[in-house]
Protein backbone atom coordinates (compact mmCIF):
# COMPACT_ATOMS: atom_id res chain seq x y z
CA UNK A 1 0.00 0.00 0.00
CA UNK A 2 1.17 3.33 -0.47
CA UNK A 3 2.81 5.61 2.47
CA UNK A 4 0.94 9.11 1.37
CA UNK A 5 2.17 11.01 4.80
CA UNK A 6 -1.90 11.43 5.69
CA UNK A 7 -3.35 11.76 9.70
CA UNK A 8 -6.09 9.41 9.89
CA UNK A 9 -8.92 10.92 11.54
CA UNK A 10 -11.62 8.31 12.21
CA UNK A 11 -12.05 7.30 8.11
CA UNK A 12 -10.65 10.84 6.92
CA UNK A 13 -7.33 10.89 5.55
CA UNK A 14 -6.42 14.71 6.69
CA UNK A 15 -2.90 16.19 4.96
CA UNK A 16 -1.81 19.43 6.93
CA UNK A 17 0.45 22.50 6.11
CA UNK A 18 3.07 21.38 8.46
CA UNK A 19 5.07 18.40 7.71
CA UNK A 20 7.71 16.51 9.69
CA UNK A 21 10.24 13.50 8.01
CA UNK A 22 11.42 10.44 9.40
CA UNK A 23 15.30 9.44 9.02
CA UNK A 24 17.05 6.18 8.60
CA UNK A 25 19.23 5.94 11.70
CA UNK A 26 21.65 3.83 10.06
CA UNK A 27 21.90 6.18 7.23
CA UNK A 28 20.99 9.19 8.28
CA UNK A 29 19.08 8.94 4.68
CA UNK A 30 15.57 11.55 5.30
CA UNK A 31 13.04 9.12 4.21
CA UNK A 32 10.01 10.11 2.05
CA UNK A 33 7.22 11.33 2.58
CA UNK A 34 6.74 14.31 4.55
CA UNK A 35 4.43 13.51 6.84
CA UNK A 36 1.73 15.55 7.85
CA UNK A 37 1.66 17.45 11.43
CA UNK A 38 -1.33 16.80 13.58
CA UNK A 39 -2.48 20.24 15.68
CA UNK A 40 -5.20 21.52 17.81
CA UNK A 41 -7.85 21.05 15.41
CA UNK A 42 -6.96 17.27 14.64
CA UNK A 43 -6.86 16.40 18.17
CA UNK A 44 -10.44 17.65 19.42
CA UNK A 45 -11.85 16.13 15.54
CA UNK A 46 -10.13 12.68 16.17
CA UNK A 47 -11.40 13.04 20.25
CA UNK A 48 -14.86 13.56 19.17
CA UNK A 49 -15.63 11.39 16.69
CA UNK A 50 -14.03 8.61 19.43
CA UNK A 51 -16.82 10.07 21.72
CA UNK A 52 -19.36 9.85 19.45
CA UNK A 53 -18.26 6.37 18.75
CA UNK A 54 -17.91 5.10 22.25
CA UNK A 55 -21.61 3.90 23.07
CA UNK A 56 -22.00 2.25 20.14
CA UNK A 57 -18.36 -0.12 20.05
CA UNK A 58 -18.55 -0.25 23.92
CA UNK A 59 -21.97 -2.17 23.68
CA UNK A 60 -21.43 -4.26 20.94
CA UNK A 61 -21.44 -7.82 21.69
CA UNK A 62 -17.65 -9.72 22.87
CA UNK A 63 -17.88 -11.84 19.70
CA UNK A 64 -18.26 -8.88 17.58
CA UNK A 65 -15.10 -7.16 18.97
CA UNK A 66 -13.29 -10.04 19.02
CA UNK A 67 -13.66 -10.75 15.45
CA UNK A 68 -13.04 -7.03 14.82
CA UNK A 69 -9.49 -7.76 16.67
CA UNK A 70 -9.16 -11.56 14.51
CA UNK A 71 -9.52 -9.19 10.91
CA UNK A 72 -7.26 -6.10 12.27
CA UNK A 73 -4.64 -9.17 12.72
CA UNK A 74 -5.07 -10.54 9.20
CA UNK A 75 -4.86 -7.26 7.72
CA UNK A 76 -1.70 -6.43 9.38
CA UNK A 77 -0.33 -10.05 8.51
CA UNK A 78 -1.63 -8.61 4.63
CA UNK A 79 0.73 -5.96 4.65
CA UNK A 80 3.35 -8.18 3.86
CA UNK A 81 7.00 -7.35 3.90
CA UNK A 82 6.35 -4.05 2.98
CA UNK A 83 5.42 -3.59 6.46
CA UNK A 84 8.28 -5.05 7.71
CA UNK A 85 10.67 -3.30 4.94
CA UNK A 86 9.59 0.10 6.03
CA UNK A 87 9.99 -0.15 9.39
CA UNK A 88 13.55 -1.72 9.01
CA UNK A 89 14.05 1.54 7.19
CA UNK A 90 12.84 3.96 10.43
CA UNK A 91 14.28 1.80 13.21
CA UNK A 92 17.53 -0.16 11.90
CA UNK A 93 15.83 -3.06 13.51
CA UNK A 94 16.97 -6.37 12.24
CA UNK A 95 14.23 -7.36 9.31
CA UNK A 96 14.41 -11.02 11.49
CA UNK A 97 13.34 -9.05 15.00
CA UNK A 98 10.77 -7.37 12.91
CA UNK A 99 9.40 -10.25 11.65
CA UNK A 100 8.74 -12.10 15.17
CA UNK A 101 7.77 -8.62 16.51
CA UNK A 102 4.77 -8.66 13.95
CA UNK A 103 4.06 -11.77 15.19
CA UNK A 104 3.79 -10.83 18.49
CA UNK A 105 1.20 -7.87 17.68
CA UNK A 106 -0.69 -10.11 15.29
CA UNK A 107 -0.75 -12.78 18.55
CA UNK A 108 -1.81 -10.58 21.14
CA UNK A 109 -4.65 -9.16 19.42
CA UNK A 110 -5.66 -12.76 18.78
CA UNK A 111 -5.11 -13.62 22.51
CA UNK A 112 -7.34 -10.26 23.11
CA UNK A 113 -9.87 -11.96 20.77
CA UNK A 114 -9.95 -15.30 22.92
CA UNK A 115 -10.33 -13.27 25.69
CA UNK A 116 -13.23 -11.42 24.84
CA UNK A 117 -14.94 -14.57 23.79
CA UNK A 118 -14.21 -16.51 26.85
CA UNK A 119 -16.20 -13.48 28.30
CA UNK A 120 -14.61 -14.00 32.05
CA UNK A 121 -13.09 -10.32 31.66
CA UNK A 122 -16.45 -8.96 32.43
CA UNK A 123 -15.86 -9.34 36.07
CA UNK A 124 -19.79 -10.44 36.58
CA UNK A 125 -20.72 -11.07 39.98
CA UNK A 126 -24.36 -11.47 41.35
CA UNK A 127 -25.44 -11.45 44.73
CA UNK A 128 -29.15 -12.76 44.78
CA UNK A 129 -32.15 -11.01 46.65
CA UNK A 130 -32.64 -12.25 50.25
CA UNK A 131 -35.87 -10.94 50.93
CA UNK A 132 -36.51 -13.13 54.21
CA UNK A 133 -33.09 -12.32 55.51
CA UNK A 134 -32.95 -11.34 59.30
CA UNK A 135 -32.94 -8.61 60.66
CA UNK A 136 -32.78 -6.81 56.82
CA UNK A 137 -33.55 -8.05 53.59
CA UNK A 138 -31.06 -8.19 50.48
CA UNK A 139 -31.17 -6.51 47.27
CA UNK A 140 -30.63 -8.34 44.27
CA UNK A 141 -27.27 -7.05 42.94
CA UNK A 142 -25.51 -7.58 39.98
CA UNK A 143 -22.52 -5.92 38.42
CA UNK A 144 -19.88 -5.95 35.85
CA UNK A 145 -17.08 -4.08 34.16
CA UNK A 146 -17.47 -1.86 31.24
CA UNK A 147 -15.67 0.49 28.97
CA UNK A 148 -13.87 3.41 30.41
CA UNK A 149 -13.81 5.57 26.99
CA UNK A 150 -12.01 6.79 24.70
CA UNK A 151 -8.18 5.97 25.44
CA UNK A 152 -5.06 7.40 23.98
CA UNK A 153 -2.21 5.54 23.38
CA UNK A 154 1.59 6.79 22.45
CA UNK A 155 3.67 4.67 20.55
CA UNK A 156 6.94 3.51 21.86
CA UNK A 157 10.46 4.15 19.80
CA UNK A 158 12.25 0.97 20.74
CA UNK A 159 8.93 -1.52 19.39
CA UNK A 160 7.38 0.20 16.14
CA UNK A 161 4.76 -2.90 16.06
CA UNK A 162 4.27 -4.03 18.82
CA UNK A 163 3.78 -1.30 21.59
CA UNK A 164 2.78 1.14 19.04
CA UNK A 165 -0.13 1.54 16.90
CA UNK A 166 -1.61 -1.77 17.24
CA UNK A 167 0.54 -2.63 20.34
CA UNK A 168 -0.52 -3.52 23.17
CA UNK A 169 -2.09 -0.67 24.50
CA UNK A 170 -4.08 -0.47 21.16
CA UNK A 171 -5.19 -3.90 21.43
CA UNK A 172 -6.36 -4.36 25.30
CA UNK A 173 -8.48 -0.81 24.86
CA UNK A 174 -10.19 -2.04 21.73
CA UNK A 175 -11.00 -5.17 23.50
CA UNK A 176 -12.13 -3.67 26.51
CA UNK A 177 -14.57 -1.09 23.84
CA UNK A 178 -12.91 1.71 24.19
CA UNK A 179 -12.45 3.49 20.79
CA UNK A 180 -8.31 4.62 20.49
CA UNK A 181 -6.69 7.68 19.47
CA UNK A 182 -3.14 6.82 18.72
CA UNK A 183 -0.28 9.24 19.03
CA UNK A 184 2.20 7.88 16.30
CA UNK A 185 6.36 8.04 17.80
CA UNK A 186 7.79 10.75 15.03
CA UNK A 187 10.56 8.07 14.33
CA UNK A 188 8.37 5.40 12.34
CA UNK A 189 5.69 7.49 10.70
CA UNK A 190 5.66 5.15 8.27
CA UNK A 191 5.28 2.04 9.67
CA UNK A 192 2.66 3.61 11.99
CA UNK A 193 0.55 5.02 8.70
CA UNK A 194 0.41 0.96 7.05
CA UNK A 195 -0.65 -0.33 10.67
CA UNK A 196 -3.28 2.10 10.54
CA UNK A 197 -4.15 1.32 6.96
CA UNK A 198 -4.61 -2.14 8.63
CA UNK A 199 -6.82 -0.99 11.60
CA UNK A 200 -8.98 1.43 8.98
CA UNK A 201 -9.93 -1.62 6.92
CA UNK A 202 -10.79 -4.10 9.63
CA UNK A 203 -12.86 -1.28 10.75
CA UNK A 204 -15.14 -1.20 7.46
CA UNK A 205 -14.91 -4.86 7.04
CA UNK A 206 -16.59 -4.96 10.39
CA UNK A 207 -19.30 -2.25 9.77
CA UNK A 208 -17.67 -0.35 12.95
CA UNK A 209 -18.43 3.68 13.21
CA UNK A 210 -15.54 5.80 12.03
CA UNK A 211 -14.05 6.92 15.75
CA UNK A 212 -13.31 3.75 16.93
CA UNK A 213 -9.72 4.33 15.45
CA UNK A 214 -7.51 7.42 15.15
CA UNK A 215 -3.59 7.71 14.42
CA UNK A 216 -2.10 11.44 14.58
CA UNK A 217 1.54 11.97 13.90
CA UNK A 218 3.23 14.69 14.78
CA UNK A 219 6.79 15.69 16.19
CA UNK A 220 5.60 18.10 18.38
CA UNK A 221 4.97 17.49 22.23
CA UNK A 222 2.33 19.68 22.37
CA UNK A 223 -0.15 17.79 20.91
CA UNK A 224 0.59 15.17 23.48
CA UNK A 225 -0.54 17.67 26.17
CA UNK A 226 -3.58 18.72 24.01
CA UNK A 227 -4.93 14.41 23.87
CA UNK A 228 -4.37 14.12 27.56
CA UNK A 229 -6.42 17.58 28.22
CA UNK A 230 -9.34 16.46 26.32
CA UNK A 231 -12.44 16.47 28.45
CA UNK A 232 -13.28 12.94 25.11
CA UNK A 233 -10.73 11.18 26.80
CA UNK A 234 -11.05 8.89 29.62
CA UNK A 235 -7.08 6.68 29.94
CA UNK A 236 -3.98 6.97 28.42
CA UNK A 237 -1.39 4.29 27.84
CA UNK A 238 2.38 5.62 27.04
CA UNK A 239 5.79 3.60 26.90
CA UNK A 240 8.55 5.91 27.11
CA UNK A 241 10.72 8.09 29.04
CA UNK A 242 10.43 8.95 32.70
CA UNK A 243 10.24 12.49 31.75
CA UNK A 244 8.02 11.91 28.99
CA UNK A 245 5.61 9.96 31.32
CA UNK A 246 5.39 12.49 34.11
CA UNK A 247 4.60 15.16 32.26
CA UNK A 248 1.36 13.17 30.20
CA UNK A 249 1.06 12.54 34.28
CA UNK A 250 0.95 16.11 35.51
CA UNK A 251 -1.43 17.08 32.78
CA UNK A 252 -3.54 14.00 33.19
CA UNK A 253 -4.21 14.74 36.81
CA UNK A 254 -4.21 18.65 36.34
CA UNK A 255 -7.64 18.45 34.54
CA UNK A 256 -10.91 19.16 35.98
CA UNK A 257 -11.83 15.59 35.24
CA UNK A 258 -8.34 13.61 36.60
CA UNK A 259 -8.02 10.60 34.41
CA UNK A 260 -5.30 7.37 34.87
CA UNK A 261 -2.18 7.58 32.73
CA UNK A 262 -0.90 4.36 32.72
CA UNK A 263 3.17 5.00 31.38
CA UNK A 264 5.53 2.54 31.43
CA UNK A 265 9.10 4.64 31.86
CA UNK A 266 12.32 3.51 34.00
CA UNK A 267 13.92 0.22 35.15
CA UNK A 268 17.38 -0.86 35.78
CA UNK A 269 15.76 -4.54 36.58
CA UNK A 270 18.79 -6.33 39.19
CA UNK A 271 19.87 -9.24 39.20
CA UNK A 272 21.22 -10.84 41.92
CA UNK A 273 24.18 -13.60 41.28
CA UNK A 274 23.64 -15.82 44.27
CA UNK A 275 26.69 -17.86 46.11
CA UNK A 276 26.31 -21.32 44.98
CA UNK A 277 25.06 -20.44 41.31
CA UNK A 278 28.15 -18.50 40.49
CA UNK A 279 30.15 -20.65 42.52
CA UNK A 280 29.06 -23.84 39.92
CA UNK A 281 28.48 -21.80 36.89
CA UNK A 282 30.22 -18.78 36.70
CA UNK A 283 31.03 -18.76 33.00
CA UNK A 284 27.67 -19.84 31.76
CA UNK A 285 25.91 -17.36 33.56
CA UNK A 286 28.33 -14.41 32.26
CA UNK A 287 27.69 -15.28 28.61
CA UNK A 288 24.30 -15.70 28.88
CA UNK A 289 24.23 -12.25 30.63
CA UNK A 290 26.13 -10.31 27.73
CA UNK A 291 23.52 -11.72 25.02
CA UNK A 292 20.90 -10.69 27.07
CA UNK A 293 22.49 -6.89 28.07
CA UNK A 294 23.38 -6.75 24.41
CA UNK A 295 20.03 -8.23 22.55
CA UNK A 296 18.00 -5.44 20.44
CA UNK A 297 21.65 -2.89 21.31
CA UNK A 298 20.13 -3.01 24.68
CA UNK A 299 16.95 -1.37 23.82
CA UNK A 300 14.35 -3.53 26.08
CA UNK A 301 12.91 -1.75 29.01
CA UNK A 302 13.99 -4.95 30.58
CA UNK A 303 17.94 -5.03 30.01
CA UNK A 304 19.86 -6.30 33.28
CA UNK A 305 21.15 -3.05 33.73
CA UNK A 306 22.23 -3.68 37.69
CA UNK A 307 23.92 -6.76 38.94
CA UNK A 308 24.31 -7.75 42.72
CA UNK A 309 26.89 -9.92 43.69
CA UNK A 310 28.76 -10.96 46.89
CA UNK A 311 32.75 -10.59 46.85
CA UNK A 312 34.06 -13.83 46.02
CA UNK A 313 36.17 -16.34 43.84
CA UNK A 314 33.59 -16.65 42.00
CA UNK A 315 32.34 -13.15 41.04
CA UNK A 316 36.03 -12.78 39.68
CA UNK A 317 35.38 -15.78 37.57
CA UNK A 318 32.16 -14.15 36.26
CA UNK A 319 33.88 -10.80 36.04
CA UNK A 320 36.49 -11.98 34.00
CA UNK A 321 34.28 -13.83 31.33
CA UNK A 322 31.88 -11.00 31.10
CA UNK A 323 34.27 -9.02 30.47
CA UNK A 324 35.90 -11.05 27.76
CA UNK A 325 32.41 -11.11 26.75
CA UNK A 326 31.41 -7.38 26.09
CA UNK A 327 34.58 -7.07 24.39
CA UNK A 328 34.40 -8.81 21.54
CA UNK A 329 30.50 -7.50 21.01
CA UNK A 330 30.41 -5.40 18.07
CA UNK A 331 27.91 -1.84 18.12
CA UNK A 332 25.24 -2.50 16.30
CA UNK A 333 22.67 1.06 14.85
CA UNK A 334 20.58 2.34 17.54
CA UNK A 335 16.69 3.21 17.11
CA UNK A 336 17.29 7.13 16.64
CA UNK A 337 20.50 9.85 17.22
CA UNK A 338 18.53 11.29 19.66
CA UNK A 339 18.34 7.81 21.85
CA UNK A 340 22.33 6.88 20.78
CA UNK A 341 23.01 10.30 21.59
CA UNK A 342 21.23 9.95 25.37
CA UNK A 343 22.91 6.41 25.81
CA UNK A 344 26.62 8.29 25.29
CA UNK A 345 26.01 10.76 27.65
CA UNK A 346 24.31 8.35 29.81
CA UNK A 347 27.48 6.01 29.88
CA UNK A 348 30.10 8.97 30.18
CA UNK A 349 28.20 10.25 33.42
CA UNK A 350 27.84 6.83 35.08
CA UNK A 351 32.01 6.27 34.24
CA UNK A 352 32.61 9.68 36.25
CA UNK A 353 30.56 8.50 39.16
CA UNK A 354 33.07 8.16 41.95
CA UNK A 355 34.03 4.54 43.08
CA UNK A 356 33.21 3.32 39.00
CA UNK A 357 35.35 1.02 37.05
CA UNK A 358 35.06 0.29 33.68
CA UNK A 359 35.48 -4.04 33.46
CA UNK A 360 35.25 -3.62 29.52
CA UNK A 361 33.76 -1.78 26.05
CA UNK A 362 32.16 -2.97 23.12
CA UNK A 363 34.43 -2.92 20.18
CA UNK A 364 34.80 0.72 18.00
CA UNK A 365 32.66 0.98 15.23
CA UNK A 366 32.50 3.92 12.55
CA UNK A 367 29.11 3.64 11.51
CA UNK A 368 26.47 6.41 12.35
CA UNK A 369 24.71 5.63 15.58
CA UNK A 370 25.72 2.53 16.44
CA UNK A 371 25.92 2.13 20.55
CA UNK A 372 29.13 0.43 21.70
CA UNK A 373 28.38 -2.02 24.72
CA UNK A 374 29.16 -0.95 28.58
CA UNK A 375 29.87 -3.12 31.84
CA UNK A 376 31.32 -1.43 34.88
CA UNK A 377 32.13 -2.26 38.46
CA UNK A 378 31.32 -0.67 41.67
CA UNK A 379 31.78 -1.21 45.67
CA UNK A 380 27.93 -1.84 47.21
CA UNK A 381 28.85 1.04 49.70
CA UNK A 382 29.31 3.99 46.78
CA UNK A 383 25.66 2.69 45.74
CA UNK A 384 24.35 3.22 49.03
CA UNK A 385 25.25 6.84 49.19
CA UNK A 386 24.72 7.70 45.41
CA UNK A 387 21.65 7.58 43.78
CA UNK A 388 22.78 8.63 40.84
CA UNK A 389 24.01 5.06 40.53
CA UNK A 390 20.91 3.46 40.28
CA UNK A 391 19.45 5.34 37.72
CA UNK A 392 18.87 3.68 34.01
CA UNK A 393 20.69 4.22 30.65
CA UNK A 394 19.12 3.05 27.88
CA UNK A 395 21.36 0.59 25.86
CA UNK A 396 23.70 -1.57 26.29
CA UNK A 397 25.11 -0.72 29.60
CA UNK A 398 25.21 -2.45 32.68
CA UNK A 399 26.76 -1.99 36.41
CA UNK A 400 27.83 -4.54 38.58
CA UNK A 401 27.48 -3.82 42.49
CA UNK A 402 29.98 -5.75 44.91
CA UNK A 403 28.87 -6.47 48.32
CA UNK A 404 30.27 -7.80 51.35
CA UNK A 405 27.82 -9.92 52.25
CA UNK A 406 24.10 -10.64 52.30
CA UNK A 407 23.30 -8.06 55.00
CA UNK A 408 24.67 -5.89 52.27
CA UNK A 409 22.71 -7.18 49.20
CA UNK A 410 19.37 -6.40 51.00
CA UNK A 411 20.51 -2.88 51.65
CA UNK A 412 21.11 -2.28 47.85
CA UNK A 413 17.75 -3.97 46.97
CA UNK A 414 16.20 -1.53 49.20
CA UNK A 415 18.17 1.42 47.85
CA UNK A 416 16.28 1.07 44.61
CA UNK A 417 13.28 2.24 43.10
CA UNK A 418 10.37 0.23 41.92
CA UNK A 419 10.92 -2.32 38.55
CA UNK A 420 9.22 -4.47 35.94
CA UNK A 421 11.75 -7.35 36.70
CA UNK A 422 14.36 -8.57 39.32
CA UNK A 423 16.24 -11.94 38.19
CA UNK A 424 17.79 -14.14 40.64
CA UNK A 425 20.52 -17.28 39.70
CA UNK A 426 20.17 -19.49 42.35
CA UNK A 427 20.79 -23.55 43.28
CA UNK A 428 19.26 -25.39 45.75
CA UNK A 429 21.83 -24.36 48.05
CA UNK A 430 21.06 -20.75 47.55
CA UNK A 431 16.99 -21.42 48.91
CA UNK A 432 17.58 -20.08 52.31
CA UNK A 433 19.04 -16.49 51.21
CA UNK A 434 16.95 -16.51 48.43
CA UNK A 435 13.68 -16.73 50.91
CA UNK A 436 15.02 -13.99 52.51
CA UNK A 437 15.49 -11.26 49.52
CA UNK A 438 11.96 -12.06 48.24
CA UNK A 439 10.24 -9.95 50.42
CA UNK A 440 11.99 -7.20 49.08
CA UNK A 441 11.41 -8.49 45.76
CA UNK A 442 7.91 -8.73 45.86
CA UNK A 443 7.78 -4.68 46.74
CA UNK A 444 10.33 -3.64 44.23
CA UNK A 445 9.40 -5.23 41.04
CA UNK A 446 6.12 -6.67 39.15
CA UNK A 447 8.08 -10.31 37.81
CA UNK A 448 10.15 -11.97 39.52
CA UNK A 449 12.51 -14.05 36.97
CA UNK A 450 15.01 -17.19 38.37
CA UNK A 451 17.68 -18.72 36.53
CA UNK A 452 16.57 -17.04 33.42
CA UNK A 453 17.10 -13.26 32.28
CA UNK A 454 14.68 -10.10 31.93
CA UNK A 455 14.63 -9.54 28.11
CA UNK A 456 11.74 -11.08 26.43
CA UNK A 457 7.96 -11.08 27.81
CA UNK A 458 5.86 -13.31 27.01
CA UNK A 459 2.33 -12.54 26.00
CA UNK A 460 -0.05 -14.57 28.11
CA UNK A 461 -2.75 -15.13 30.94
CA UNK A 462 -0.57 -14.72 33.67
CA UNK A 463 2.61 -12.51 32.58
CA UNK A 464 2.54 -8.87 34.38
CA UNK A 465 4.88 -6.20 32.66
CA UNK A 466 4.37 -3.24 35.33
CA UNK A 467 6.13 -2.57 38.15
CA UNK A 468 6.34 -0.11 41.27
CA UNK A 469 7.12 3.52 40.55
CA UNK A 470 9.11 4.83 38.14
CA UNK A 471 9.02 1.51 36.63
CA UNK A 472 5.51 2.43 35.97
CA UNK A 473 3.23 4.79 37.08
CA UNK A 474 0.31 2.42 38.40
CA UNK A 475 2.20 -0.52 39.80
CA UNK A 476 -1.50 -2.04 40.45
CA UNK A 477 -1.55 -2.82 36.73
CA UNK A 478 0.53 -4.94 33.56
CA UNK A 479 0.69 -3.16 29.74
CA UNK A 480 1.17 -6.85 28.63
CA UNK A 481 -1.09 -10.11 28.49
CA UNK A 482 -5.00 -10.55 29.11
CA UNK A 483 -4.93 -8.25 32.45
CA UNK A 484 -3.67 -5.54 30.72
CA UNK A 485 -7.26 -5.02 29.64
CA UNK A 486 -8.28 -4.47 33.08
CA UNK A 487 -6.80 -0.70 32.96
CA UNK A 488 -9.43 0.58 30.31
CA UNK A 489 -12.59 -1.20 32.16
CA UNK A 490 -14.77 -0.59 35.41
CA UNK A 491 -17.54 -1.37 37.51
CA UNK A 492 -20.79 -0.97 37.64
CA UNK A 493 -23.48 -2.38 40.06
CA UNK A 494 -27.32 -2.71 39.29
CA UNK A 495 -29.10 -2.61 42.13
CA UNK A 496 -32.99 -4.13 42.02
CA UNK A 497 -32.90 -3.88 37.65
CA UNK A 498 -36.00 -5.19 36.35
CA UNK A 499 -34.96 -8.45 33.68
CA UNK A 500 -36.20 -6.12 30.95
CA UNK A 501 -33.29 -3.16 31.69
CA UNK A 502 -30.63 -5.58 32.90
CA UNK A 503 -27.57 -5.68 30.30
CA UNK A 504 -27.93 -9.29 28.12
CA UNK A 505 -25.27 -11.05 30.23
CA UNK A 506 -26.99 -10.05 33.73
CA UNK A 507 -30.12 -11.37 32.92
CA UNK A 508 -31.52 -13.73 35.02
CA UNK A 509 -31.70 -16.88 31.98
CA UNK A 510 -28.38 -15.72 30.80
CA UNK A 511 -26.00 -15.34 33.69
CA UNK A 512 -25.36 -18.87 34.25
CA UNK A 513 -24.16 -18.88 30.29
CA UNK A 514 -20.91 -16.46 31.60
CA UNK A 515 -17.96 -16.95 33.94
CA UNK A 516 -19.59 -15.18 36.99
CA UNK A 517 -19.38 -15.62 40.71
CA UNK A 518 -23.28 -16.35 42.17
CA UNK A 519 -23.80 -15.29 46.01
CA UNK A 520 -20.06 -15.50 46.83
CA UNK A 521 -19.35 -18.72 44.97
CA UNK A 522 -17.43 -18.78 41.63
CA UNK A 523 -19.24 -20.21 38.63
CA UNK A 524 -18.79 -21.17 34.57
CA UNK A 525 -21.45 -22.08 32.59
CA UNK A 526 -24.83 -24.10 33.51
Not at 99 to 113: I, P
Not at 187 to 214: D, M, R, W, Y
Not at 245 to 262: C, E, H, Q
Request: aromatic share 6%.
Amino acid sequence: MPISGELFIGASRVATAETFSAKNPATGETLQPAFSAAGTSEVNRACDLANAAFDTFRNLDSNTRAKFLDSVADHIMGLGDELLDRAHAETGLPLARLTGERGRTVNQLKLFADELRKQGWQGIRVDPALPDRKPLPRVDLRTRKISIGPVVVFGASNFPLAFSVAGGDTASALAAGCPVIVKGHSSHPGTGELVAQAINAAIKACGLPEGVFSLLNTNSHQVGAALVSHPAVKAVGFTGSRNGGMALFKAATSRPDPIPVYAEMSSINPVVLMPHALAVRAEKIATDFVTSLTMGVGQFCTNPGFLIAIESPALEQFITAAGKAVSSTTPAVMLTAGIHSAYEKGVAQLQAQSGVTVVARGTESSSLNCGRAAFFSVSASEVLKNEALTHEVFGSSSLLVRCKDEAQVLNVLEKLEGQLTATLHLDTEDHAMASRLLPTLERKAGRIVVNGWPTGVEVSHAIVHGGPFPATSDGRSTSVGTLAIERFLRPVCYQDLPDALLPSDLKRDNVNSVPHRFDGEYRTTK
